[in-house]
C-alpha cells in the first residue's frame, strides 16, 4: 500500500513471494538428512538479499523444528561488487 501511488500493478505479489520461498524451504529440507547430522551452509548476497534470505532461514526452521534438536545451518553474508560509480565493469568480486 506505501507504493501504491507509486506504481501501475504489482509485478509479483508479496503472497506469490512468500509461497514460492517456503516451497525452496522445504526442497532443502528434502534434500538433507538433517536428522541423520548433516548441516548445510548458505550464503547470503548483501545487500539486496536479505529480505529474501530472513524469510527462508525462518520457513526452514519451521521444517526442522519437527525432527531436529538443533538447527543444522550455519550461514554468512557476502557483498558482490562489479560497478565502478555507475557502471559495470563486468568483473564481479566478492567481499
Same mark, same amino acid.
Given at each position: 500500500?506505501?507504493?501504491?501511488?507509486?506504481?501501475?500493478?504489482?509485478?509479483?505479489?508479496?503472497?506469490?513471494?512468500?509461497?514460492?520461498?517456503?516451497?525452496?524451504?522445504?526442497?532443502?529440507?528434502?534434500?538433507? &538428512?538433517?536428522?541423520?547430522?548433516? *548441516?548445510?551452509?548458505?550464503?547470503?548476497?548483501? =545487500?539486496g538479499g536479505h529480505e529474501? /534470505?530472513? &524469510?527462508?532461514?525462518?520457513?526452514? *526452521?519451521?521444517?526442522?523444528?519437527?525432527?531436529? =534438536?538443533?538447527?543444522?545451518?550455519? /550461514?554468512?553474508?557476502?557483498?558482490?561488487?562489479?560497478?565502478?560509480?555507475?557502471?559495470?565493469?563486468? =568483473?564481479?568480486?566478492?567481499?
Amino acid at each position: 500500500e506505501h507504493y501504491a501511488a507509486d506504481l501501475c500493478h504489482t509485478l509479483i505479489p508479496h503472497g506469490f513471494i512468500q509461497s514460492r520461498t517456503q516451497k525452496v524451504a522445504a526442497d532443502i529440507f528434502k534434500a538433507y &538428512d538433517f536428522g541423520a547430522g548433516e *548441516k548445510v551452509h548458505m550464503l547470503c548476497v548483501l =545487500k539486496g538479499g536479505h529480505e529474501f /534470505f530472513s &524469510d527462508l532461514i525462518t520457513y526452514l *526452521k519451521r521444517y526442522l523444528v519437527l525432527g531436529c =534438536k538443533h538447527v543444522p545451518i550455519a /550461514f554468512d553474508f557476502i557483498r558482490v561488487k562489479s560497478y565502478q560509480g555507475t557502471e559495470s565493469n563486468c =568483473k564481479p568480486t566478492v567481499e
